[in-house]
């Protein structure tokens, strides 16, 4: 009888990876074919599914147009209800591709977000850290101008530098690239210096609760907490995001950041400016 | 209505549980048992209602989990964000929780029968003392049952368990039982409430939010994360089959992850205990350098000491924490 059960559980599985793969294939094929009527008899096709096929394909812009484009996402961004302050940015996926990321980070940006974090729960990021802010830079000139470049000035945040905040520059925007060791490691090391304080006798145990730790794990006073993050990728897990930090955040899920699209990006942020945070009450 | 519901599954649900217990299961599911208002606004009842409906639903879900085998299950039952809620609603929820505490400990016998452990995480001072003092009885009286689990999560959130956490290890230093140099990310975790239990494997949160709302935000770091629209009265057992073919969808990559995760941590273990082993070499050592095999013989004896250290830590903790409970049900027997 076990063995019947194992079978047919074998087959459910397989079933779900085929199903799985079709609408991973059906997404890429979507995109080249720029079909409204493919998109509408697969999506009946494929009715069970909370998937967001993409409206446009993506298109490289011809000059003129890539200025109208840079407005639009500015207007796009004041549409919205609400715009996260903080949006994290949480690849889980094998392959990083830094253009994507780059246009990611760019889109965000130009819509209007002030903080952008981006991870992975390899550290590949944090290793290749040069690399990827070079290619925000590059991607930045492309998709802005030269113009938009300057008017939305970028500052990248290493770990241990603190935000100066003598200057305010209108749609200033800081892009920080997180790993593993910004989550549970950041909070041991809290603990370590307060238990090391009160070894020294500088602080007693009653002294620590919820706040103290905080301010201890908070980058500068300004940064907030992530209100949204996009996790791109199949795994349906936070893979130790900043754990201390993400107690409020909306977590909306794409299926993948390689050829992602303004549009897919802008989708999740109405979802987001529709969320109600009741906060307890 | 009871804790625990006998078992009324039919044919087709023995079936299907049979089939999905053929690939792997998680041992330990939590729940954030969310959408009890909603659903008392969509049927036109009361809003206690609602929660009492809650309630029931958390009993037949605990029958679900037992018929798929698993056998922990840690649920969001009251937030402290919740006490910001209006004097009425809390003082209904506080009623309510003393009604099912109160219940259950008249139904010990099938509890025992069962061998159901309650336990009670959250920073119980703050809730009236009845209510303390109810749940301090329940969880004794079940203290040493082991074949299921049932962590309710009251007066809870993960900050403050972290906080607390944080908090004991300096007690643990103040008293002279550990150094600040044995801090590490598995004493922490075995500093929080949930420190009996394994890290949950899959949480399922319901009413279609997608946020965490300061639930063990620690131990949930690699767990399968399931959301779901269905509001939590109306949870089905074929909402929790769903969710469970999703953890069963992720268990290879996040096996994977939580092992190199693990990895990282007994390195970082190792790197610790090797500088302070130097460090004490250093200002105990007479200038002259050692041979490979004595620091080796160092760092074993330091990191035989350390372990020591802590499990007498963890006792003295573990007896600090039992003390609380038991005053608690002697107030309550005297009273």
């Not at chain 2, 003393?98 to 008249?106: C, D, P, S, T, V």
Request: charged share 25%.
């Amino acid at each position: 009888m076990v063995l019947v059960y194992e079978f047919v559980w074998r087959v459910l599985h397989v079933l779900l990876h085929i199903h799985r793969t079709l609408i991973t294939l059906f997404r890429i094929r979507l995109r080249n074919w720029n079909g409204q009527l493919w998109s509408r008899a697969l999506a009946t096709l494929l009715v069970p599914i909370a998937l967001s096929f993409p409206k446009q394909k993506k298109l490289v812009p011809a000059p003129g147009k890539r200025v109208g484009r840079r407005y639009r996402w500015g207007a796009d961004g004041k549409s919205l209800e609400k715009l996260p302050d903080h949006i994290g940015l949480l690849i889980a996926e094998e392959e990083p591709r830094y253009t994507d990321i780059a246009n990611l980070v760019v889109w965000c940006m130009a819509v209007g977000i002030s903080y952008i974090s981006v991870y992975d729960n390899h550290g590949v990021f944090r290793r290749n850290n040069s690399r990827l802010m070079e290619e925000i830079l590059k991607q930045q000139q492309e998709l802005l101008g030269l113009e938009g470049s300057k008017q939305h000035s970028v500052e990248f945040l290493n770990n241990g530098t603190d935000k100066q905040d003598n200057q305010v520059l209108s749609c200033q925007a800081v892009v920080k690239v997180l790993s593993p060791d910004d989550g549970k490691l950041r909070i041991v090391q809290a603990a370590q210096q307060l238990c090391s304080a009160v070894e020294q006798m500088e602080k007693t145990s009653k002294d620590i609760n919820v706040t103290v730790l905080d301010s201890l794990l908070r980058e500068s006073k300004s940064t907030p907490d992530p209100d949204l993050v996009l996790k791109f990728g199949p795994i349906e897990s936070t893979l130790g995001f900043l754990p201390w930090h993400i107690r409020l955040t909306e977590f909306i899920s794409l299926p993948s950041h390689v050829d992602v699209s303004y549009e897919d990006l802008f989708s999740a942020l109405q979802h987001y400016a529709s969320c109600e945070q009741r906060l307890g009450k | 209505m009871s804790w625990i519901r006998e078992d009324e599954s039919n044919l087709i649900e023995k079936l299907s549980a049979n089939i999905l217990k053929a690939g792997p299961m998680p041992k330990h599911v939590a729940f954030i048992m969310d959408g009890n208002r909603r659903y008392a606004r969509k049927r036109q009842v009361e809003r206690q209602e609602g929660h009492t409906q809650g309630f029931d639903k958390l009993a037949e879900t605990l029958r679900w989990c037992l018929n798929l085998s698993i056998h922990e299950v840690t649920v969001y039952a009251f937030s402290i964000e919740n006490f910001k809620r209006s004097k009425d609603e809390v003082d209904g929820l506080m009623e309510l929780a003393k009604q099912k505490f109160i219940r259950l400990l008249e139904e010990q016998e099938n509890l025992e029968k069962h061998g159901v452990c309650i336990r009670v995480l959250g920073d119980l001072t703050l809730l009236p003392l009845d209510l303390q003092q109810h749940i301090a009885r329940a969880v004794v009286a079940t203290r040493t049952h082991n074949k299921c689990f049932l962590n309710v999560c009251f007066a809870y959130t993960s900050r403050h368990e972290i906080a607390n956490a944080v908090r004991e290890m300096a007690w643990g230093v103040e008293q002279g039982l550990i150094k600040s140099s044995d801090v590490s990310e598995a004493l922490l975790s075995r500093c929080l409430y949930s420190s009996n239990s394994p890290n949950p494997d899959l949480l399922i949160r319901t009413s279609g939010e997608v946020r965490l709302s300061d639930f063990l935000l620690w131990q949930t770091s690699h767990s399968c994360l399931v959301f779901q629209s269905v509001l939590w009265p109306e949870y089905s057992f074929w909402n929790l089959c769903d969710a469970i073919l999703q953890y069963q969808l992720n268990h290879r990559p996040l096996q994977k992850a939580r092992d190199q995760h693990r990895e990282g941590q007994a390195l970082q273990q190792h790197e610790a205990d090797r500088a302070c082993v130097a460090d004490l070499l250093q200002h105990h050592g007479n200038g002259k350098p050692l041979d490979a095999q004595r620091r080796q013989e160092a760092l074993l004896n330091y990191t035989a000491s350390r372990e020591e250290r802590v499990q007498n830590f963890l006792g003295a903790l573990q007896h600090k924490r039992d003390s609380f409970l038991t005053d608690l049900t002697s107030q309550a027997a005297l009273a």
